[in-house]
Structures are given as C-alpha cells and as structure tokens.
T-cell receptor, first 109, second 113 residues
C-alpha cells in the first residue's frame, strides 16, 4: 500500500507568519493530492487540492505545490491567523486515499 | 441538501455487542467510504463502495462488515464489538473515485467498554 508521511507533526507560528507542511508519498500512481483541515471534534474539510497535471494551485492565502518526480506535495499558508489553528492532513490518492498522520498547526496571536 | 449524514452521533457498547452505523448522502454520489480515526492519527479506510450493490475492503477491514443496498446509503456493521474498535467513525462520499472530492459526514463517536 501507499506510505504517506507528513512533516512536521507539530508547527507553531506567530500570527502573520507563513506555514509550510510537506507530504511525501510512495505510490507513483497517485494522481490526486488534497489537503484537509480538521478542527477539534469536527469532520475533515477539504481546503485545497491539486491534480497530477498541475504543479501549483493557489486560493487566496493557501497554496499547494506538487513535485511528482520527487513524490511530495506541500501546503503553504501565508499571513496566518488564529483561526488557521487546526490539524491538517494530506491524503494522496491512487484509487483509494491514504491519509497522513496530521500536522497540528498553532497560530499564536 | 443535507450532504452526508451519519446516525447515531454517539454510542457506547459493551464488548461482544453488535451495532450498525448508517451513512446517508443526498448528492447522488457513486462512491462511499467508511473511515476510522484514532486519537492523534489520520483516517484509515475500513471499507468502500464504488456503486450500489458493491463493496470492497480497505486498509483495516477486520471486524467490520458493510452493505450498500441503496445508492444513497452505506451501512457499517460491527458483529461483536471489541475495545480496539473504540474510535471516531467518518463516512464520506464522492461523485467518482479517482480525482473527485470526498465529502465527509460529521462522525460517530463509538466507545466499546
């Protein structure tokens, strides 16, 4: 099966700083690369995704970059705000999704 | 349009008891999934379905059974609950399988004593 690793496992930043989370995967057949945000006690919610024919996608303060050759993709959050504090999961898909173990992001006001 | 709903929201079972979790979606999606999430971990796929009448095993299928008799419903059964099945269970659906977005239900918190 697919091996998925997320780094770092915890990340603490000051409000206004940028945050970057990296996800590495093993299955070269993966062709869909989403990032989910999960607040405490809530369901995972898709915040951004990218498909394998695109190298970068941006949505306001959030961006995802993909390096298929190196088998990793990254979540970039700029101008972080306290409401960005949550657990973020990557879930590359090769037929089925495999979730990383999550990155806990804390944004200090 | 309720999206994906799950019943019940919470449940406490004793070891050996059985129960069924119900997932319903009103988006006419073909694919449905059951995941479990343990503390401090990501979601792990239990079983999934690519259409009405079909089911397939995921990453952690042991101790669970599923059925997809109607397109809009996906049931997850525990025949003989064990403490190791204490977890939060999420259902999800997607229009297709490969690159389509998954939409998650609110989750069911199950405790097995």
């Amino acid at each position: 099966g697919e091996n998925v690793e997320q780094h770092p496992s915890t990340l603490s930043v000051q409000e206004g700083d940028s945050a970057v989370i990296k996800c590495t995967y093993s299955d070269s057949a993966s062709n869909y690369f989403p990032w989910y945000k999960q607040e405490l006690g809530k369901r995972p919610q898709l915040i951004i995704d990218i498909r394998s024919n695109v190298g970068e996608k941006k949505d306001q303060r959030i961006a995802v970059t993909l390096n298929k050759t190196a088998k990793h993709f990254s979540l970039h959050i700029t101008e972080t705000q306290p409401e960005d504090s949550a657990v973020y999961f990557c879930a590359p898909r090769a037929g089925k999704s495999t979730f990383g173990d999550g990155t806990t992001l804390t944004v200090k006001p | 349009n309720a999206g994906v709903t799950q019943t019940p929201k919470f449940r406490v079972l004793k070891t050996g008891q059985s129960m069924t979790l119900l997932c319903a979606q009103d988006m006419n999606h073909e694919y449905m999934y059951w995941y479990r999430q343990d503390p401090g971990m990501g979601l792990r796929l239990i079983h999934y379905s690519v259409g009405e009448g079909t089911t397939a095993k995921g990453e952690v299928p042991d101790g669970y059974n599923v059925s997809r008799l109607k397109k809009q419903n996906f049931l997850l059964g525990l025949e003989s609950a064990a403490p190791s099945q204490t977890s939060v269970y999420f259902c999800a659906s997607s229009r297709g399988g490969d690159t389509d977005t998954q939409y998650f239900g609110p989750g069911t918190r199950l405790t097995v004593l």
